[in-house]
């Protein structure tokens, strides 16, 4: 049978829930009429009546009655769209992070591919159990052979911990690319930057890109049967396995990936801002974002981060499911477009070797205290980003789209500060003038830049926002 919260109709963060509608009042009859069994009978089939025009507008129009089963957010429409899809058929966060992973490594090919590297933050919030980490970066150098390194960390991942088919979660991202999708300005502006025009001919945002050879290699991995695929992942090339760090900040548990990561560093920094004692009121103050600034700065050059670390590309997936599992996916390439070639299976191959690791960051933060309280799945390109996002969220108390669409502040491989010139709002020019104490005049960053998605849950609320900066829309069902 039906129910309400099977009909329950998909959204996006620009389509909200609609509360429902009400009946003014109810009809009157006579006493005469409605007397004995012919009471019964009409007081049952008007009461039949009623409830059904209830259930229908409520799955026409939406009913904040409906509790929302589950939210994606990427850098992609289709690719969130293509993660609720798979909720929707019953699958659980996993599943759905797999299907929109692939779907970016379709869409987003400036930013990763089936050969990017990853990580991963697992959590259920009805145990409260330590996230699990599963760490995509010791793919075997000679992955492409066999299969491609992000498709190995995904196969061990759905052994694990996924409930659908493998075939489910592939085939949209194959029909995807040899379907085509509308080129994103993004993309455009990544090839430009890059100058990568070698790579594909010339791209015009809103076109119609098919990349066929792509989607037969992602169709060929889709029947790969599961007992096959898994034995593709030995203890030479699977995901390393460990448990998240920890940190307790203005209440909220903040769980990041350990070392070898930049995760670390970035518990130090909140540990440190932490004794600056910021209010929400503070964080109105222009002074505040320079603090920001000097403290991440000062770590950078204290940990020797532009040394340790590189800031390559970075793509991530926030999913919540109705079981409230949460994972925050992040994934990307060593630059733009990687190695700049292009396999005949149609996927870009990433720099190797690798002389330092990437910064980038899954997160996921719980309420310390309160089991139903704000629940965030958000990831970050660097830990500058993360920090302010942080902030934004857990101490100015912003939402999620003011938090992440606030104008932003990057630390430079030379250790200056960057800002982004063509991304609204914009640093005033009190807060520029304060950033000029810690370096010359702010260096104007070009587009692109890399995005960061957010999944929240507050009671049984969903929210969700994917970052501008990226084109993305999350979707919510």
Request: aromatic residues 8%; hydrophobic residues 40%.
């Amino acid at each position: 049978m039906t129910t309400v919260g099977d009909a329950a109709l998909e959204t996006r963060e620009n389509i909200p829930l609609q509360k429902g509608r009400k009946n003014a009042g109810l009809c009157s009859c006579s006493e005469d009429y409605l007397s004995g069994f012919k009471f019964i009978n009409i007081a049952f089939g008007s009461l039949t009546v009623i409830i059904t025009a209830a259930l229908l507008v409520q799955i026409y129009y939406g009913d904040y009655q409906v509790t929302p089963h589950g939210s994606v957010a990427t850098d992609s429409l289709e690719c969130s769209k293509i993660g609720t899809s798979i909720l929707k058929k019953g699958g659980n966060s996993i599943d759905a992070t797999i299907a929109s992973a692939l779907c970016l490594s379709v869409v987003t090919p400036h930013l990763t591919s089936l050969d990017g590297d990853a990580q991963m933050l697992i959590y259920n919030h009805r145990t409260r159990l330590t996230p699990d980490v599963i760490d995509f970066n010791n793919g075997n150098p000679d992955a492409e052979h066999l299969l491609p390194r992000l498709v190995l960390g995904l196969a061990f991942v759905h052994q694990q911990y996924g409930s659908l088919p493998w075939k489910e979660l592939v085939q949209p991202a194959a029909d995807l690319a040899r379907q085509g999708f509308l080129i994103p300005k993004m993309l455009v502006q990544a090839i430009k930057e890059a100058k990568a025009e070698d790579l594909y001919r010339r791209l015009e945002p809103g076109q119609l890109l098919q990349l066929e050879a792509l989607g037969n290699t992602l169709q060929q991995i889709a029947n790969i049967p599961e007992k096959d695929l898994y034995t593709f992942v030995n203890p030479n090339n699977q995901p390393v396995f460990s448990q998240a760090l920890r940190y307790t900040f203005n209440g909220f548990d903040i769980y990041v990936p350990g070392t070898p990561s930049t995760g670390p560093a970035l518990l130090s920094n909140i540990r440190q801002l932490e004794s600056f004692n910021f209010t929400q009121s503070d964080t109105l103050n222009t002074e505040y974002v320079y603090r920001l600034a000097e403290v991440t700065q000062n770590l950078y050059d204290d940990l020797n981060m532009t040394t340790k670390f590189h800031e390559g590309t970075s793509t991530n997936v926030a999913v919540m499911d109705l079981d409230d599992n949460y994972v925050s996916f992040t994934t990307g390439l060593y630059t733009f477009f990687g190695a700049g070639e292009i396999t005949t299976s149609g996927y870009t191959l990433d720099v190797r070797p690798r002389p330092t690791r990437c910064t980038r960051l899954p997160i996921i933060i719980t309420d310390a205290n309160a089991i139903c309280g704000r629940r965030l799945v958000l990831g970050a390109n660097d830990m500058a980003l993360a920090t302010q996002l942080i902030m934004a969220l857990l101490v100015a108390n912003h939402n999620v789209s003011i938090a992440v669409e606030a104008a932003r502040f990057h630390i430079l491989n030379n250790g200056s500060v960057g800002i982004e010139g063509s991304h609204t709002p914009l640093f005033s020019e009190d807060v520029l003038k304060y950033l000029e104490t810690l370096t010359a005049r702010p260096i104007l960053e070009p587009e692109p830049y890399m995005s960061s998605n957010v999944v929240e849950k507050v009671k049984d609320d969903l929210n969700s926002h994917s970052d501008s900066r990226g084109g993305g829309i999350a979707s919510r069902f």
